[in-house]
């Protein structure tokens, strides 16, 4: 297929906003635009200008620490605001950040394989080149800090190494990948480009602020005017409530959750009435709603945008940064948004999508193991992503799932299992779900239950219903019901709410192998109304998050 791309007033050969250097190099006076965040019970702020300024003098606690231009510095830590003032005192010095998952790492082993001069964590004895977060709220307010002292350093080149990234890890051992300042500057023009950020909006941040996109909105609250509110999962709708945010940036699982509590509720089916609901549980506020990391239902999807709560579906990879995106003006449900202009796709001889163009996050990963970048990287400097898509008349891109979401069942029979997921998430006794089967007769799926009491013989009905409405090699005939929920905290989920296939897979395969002893059928499309079996799992997760 053709190189794809959007269409965009967007000017490919003008210069592109300069964002980074312009929250480096240029001291923010805006007295008016504010940073909400939260502090035990409380909802407290600072404007921009005091932001900005409290950032100044943790650079000058850095710099008397010995951080220069190009150190490295870690942050293994959850959502705070400390988060961000070191983090913009890094942009300050010119040092780079590596965002690393609270409790996944030893200190001395990210120090090691990051070469970090500082690591900044919320738990752990002050040794070695650790330093609790916690103090840096003090070094923001130093009256005696003087960010005059700093040394003076040069402006970002687009070549330079911004900040360290990791994949989430949900495939294997997380990778690690150095930004470059290009890449970030031209997404978030492209993003300002699409959904124009401006006075009135009150960005609110939730997910991990170790994933850099998170940051994004971050520096462009700095540099175009506009309030922003940092939260995190816990407390996401509180703050939500207190603090009106114009746009919330989560992901599918997050507004899958919302979705359930508004219709547990009672949530009014007109759109009128849905509309006020779904504004009550977010803040009253709500211009639109951004969504990705993960598939999004389509009856999920619905649910916001049939009300007038525009919820816009986009894609992305850590390797890749945003990729294509919805947004108002073009819009298609179902679809994750046509390709950024200075984004390039085309499909390989598999149908795997490859993504190119300007300013590539990297070529290569930094750390990971051996034959890893030959497999993610082509020698273009694309990136193959693994995924199986397709673009629509309109331009529209469309994600169908990924290489290793086909199962092959004995039969030879190829399934694409994210399809039938979504479909069996919409069954009122199903929160989550993971579809397994290759080399099997039959697909079998583990159940993360929407109540602790499910009844198997209700499960297995309504599965029964749904499979009339499959096609013939999409039919479920043997299911398990999981202990608790799939959560991030038990491992299987990784931190953007995606399935952990392959630690699912671990807990529950003796209970799925036992189905198949139990159950033996075989698909082979010949026989309607075939019995489906549902068992209740033996196999139970760790309570620890995976180390894969």
């Not at 959502?79 to 890094?90: F, G, M, P, T």
């Not at 940036?249 to 959750?257: A, C, D, R």
């Not at 013939?472 to 299987?492: C, H, P, T, W």
Request: aromatic share 8%; charged share 25%; hydrophobic share 40%.
């Amino acid at each position: 297929m053709a190189d794809q791309s959007a269409g965009s007033t967007l000017d490919l050969t003008a210069p592109v906003p300069d964002t980074l250097n312009t929250v480096a190099m240029t001291g923010c006076q805006d007295g008016v635009h504010r940073i909400r965040f939260r502090v035990g019970d409380e909802i407290r702020s600072l404007t921009l200008a005091e932001l900005d300024r409290g950032a100044a003098r943790v650079a000058c606690h850095l710099h008397a620490a010995g951080v220069k231009a190009r150190d490295r510095i870690g942050i293994m830590s959850r959502n705070r605001i400390e988060w961000v003032l070191l983090d913009l005192a890094a942009v300050k010095l010119g040092a780079v950040v590596a965002g690393l998952e609270p409790g996944r790492y030893r200190p001395e082993q990210v120090i090691a394989d990051f070469g970090l001069t500082l690591l900044f964590a919320e738990e752990g004895p002050e040794e070695g080149g650790v330093r609790d977060i916690a103090t840096v709220a003090a070094w923001a307010e130093d009256a005696e800090a003087d960010p005059a002292s700093l040394p003076a350093r040069r402006p970002y080149d687009p070549a330079d190494v911004f900040a360290i990234k990791q994949t989430s890890g949900s495939t294997g051992v997380p990778k690690g990948i150095e930004v470059t300042v290009a890449s970030v500057n031209r997404s978030i023009a492209a993003v300002q480009e699409m959904f124009d950020h401006r006075d009135g909006d009150n960005v609110l941040v939730f997910l991990p602020v170790r994933f850099l996109q998170q940051r994004y909105w971050i520096y462009s609250a700095l540099a175009n005017g506009h309030d922003l509110t940092l939260a995190d999962r816990a407390n996401v709708i509180e703050v939500a409530q207190a603090t009106g945010p114009t746009v919330i940036m989560g992901v599918p699982g997050f507004y899958e959750q919302v979705k359930a509590r508004l219709e547990a509720a009672g949530a009014p089916a007109d759109p009128d009435g849905r509309r006020a609901a779904v504004q009550a549980e977010l803040g009253g506020r709500i211009r639109y709603l951004w969504t990705g990391s993960a598939p999004a239902g389509r009856a999920m999807l619905d649910f916001f945008n049939d009300c007038g709560v525009p919820l816009y579906e986009g894609y992305g990879l850590n390797e890749t940064c945003i990729v294509s995106k919805n947004h108002p003006g073009a819009y298609r449900v179902g679809s994750v948004g046509k390709v950024l202009p200075h984004k390039r796709i085309r499909f390989d001889q598999d149908g795997i999508l490859i993504v190119g163009g300007l300013d590539p996050v990297n070529t290569r990963y930094t750390w990971c193991g051996p034959g890893v970048n030959e497999k993610t990287y082509l020698p273009t400097g694309e990136v193959k992503t693994f995924d199986i898509g397709h673009v629509d008349e309109d331009g529209f891109l469309y994600i169908d799932g990924r290489v290793d979401d086909i199962v092959t069942l004995s039969g030879a029979l190829n399934i694409l299992v994210p399809a039938v997921e979504e479909r069996l998430r919409e069954l009122p006794e199903v929160h989550d779900c993971a579809v397994f089967g290759d080399g099997k007769p039959y697909l079998t799926a583990v159940v993360s239950p929407a109540a602790a009491d499910t009844d198997p013989e209700a499960l297995a009905a309504a599965v029964g219903r749904l499979n009339d409405e499959l096609r013939y090699e999409q039919r479920i005939y043997g299911m398990v019901v999981a202990g608790e929920r799939f959560s991030v905290d038990n491992g299987l989920l990784n931190a953007q709410f995606k399935l952990v296939r392959k630690e699912i897979s671990r807990v529950y395969g003796d209970d799925l192998d036992l189905v198949y002893q139990k159950h033996t059928v075989y698909n082979d499309g010949t026989k309607d109304g075939l019995p489906v079996l549902v068992t209740a799992a033996v196999g139970r997760p760790r309570t620890e998050k995976s180390e894969e």
